[in-house]
């Protein structure tokens, strides 16, 4: 099935690794234009220079996304650069696990006032879009409490209660908002690549608890990003997509 996607212009924050990197080669697979951030500037090159060899349209920027005006200017020189703009993804995290207030802080910069100052940025070119979405991406850990509760699990919780909420803000502009909540990804450098080495107990504890025997792979996480941007979901908005492999036991009601 077409996804519509075809030129259309998308930001993307985090798009050098993990989901963040599959949603904009999912993007990009599809048609359109994307700009991304990431805050090493190296892999940010690296990034641009094996898209744009693969035939894809990518601008590149390293943007500290917890830096409020340095995010805004990211947003309007990628909207300038692309002539305008039709998705935004927020799915940079701090992955801040733990109780103490750094973990807190960090959550709520990165987590929580990057997607804020990114939507606020963003909403401008939005507003002119024929095709708006917005796709916050969450976690599981903000519907159950796991071990990453806390800082983690809490700030993920308020980022679908702050997507819900632009969706319903936003529904006469003509703008979508829905959130992702994946269950553990597994990819090359990723926490739980580094927890598998370091720390196998927990990982075996997090691998049993999954049904499917698995964790996701980040390109399945991308496919609910690109589903949920695409204009074909015109009249989704205000939801929050599970994709976990039937992890989480709560029935979402």
Not at 174 to 192: C, K, M, T
Request: charged share 20%; with cysteine.
């Amino acid at each position: 099935m077409d996804l519509q996607l075809n030129g259309l212009r998308a930001l993307v924050t985090g798009g050098t690794k993990g989901i963040g990197r599959a949603v904009v080669d999912t993007l990009t697979g599809e048609g359109a234009a994307v700009a991304f951030c990431a805050r090493t500037e190296s892999d940010v090159e690296a990034a641009v220079t094996e898209l744009t060899g693969a035939g894809a349209r990518v601008v590149g920027g390293a943007v500290d996304v917890a830096d409020g005006p340095s995010l805004a200017a990211w947003v309007r020189d990628s909207a300038d650069a692309l002539g305008g703009l039709d998705i935004l993804v927020a799915n940079v995290s701090a992955l801040a696990i733990g109780p103490d207030e750094e973990k807190w802080r960090a959550s709520f910069d990165v987590d929580l006032m990057h997607t804020v100052h990114l939507v606020d940025a963003a909403l401008p070119f939005l507003e002119k879009s024929e095709a708006a979405s917005v796709v916050v991406v969450s976690s599981v850990s903000g519907r159950e409490i796991d071990f990453a509760a806390a800082a983690y699990g809490s700030l993920k919780a308020a980022l679908v209660h702050y997507a819900q909420s632009l969706a319903f803000q936003f529904a006469d502009k003509g703008i979508r908002v829905n959130s992702v909540a994946p269950g553990n990804v597994l990819f090359p450098g990723g926490i739980w690549e580094r927890t598998k080495n370091g720390n196998p107990e927990l990982f075996g504890q997090a691998l049993a608890l999954n049904p499917t025997g698995r964790m996701g792979r980040p390109e399945e996480i991308a496919y609910a990003v690109a589903m949920l941007a695409s204009p074909r979901a015109s009249f989704i908005s205000g939801t929050n997509l599970v994709v976990d492999g039937a992890l989480t036991r709560g029935v979402q009601l």
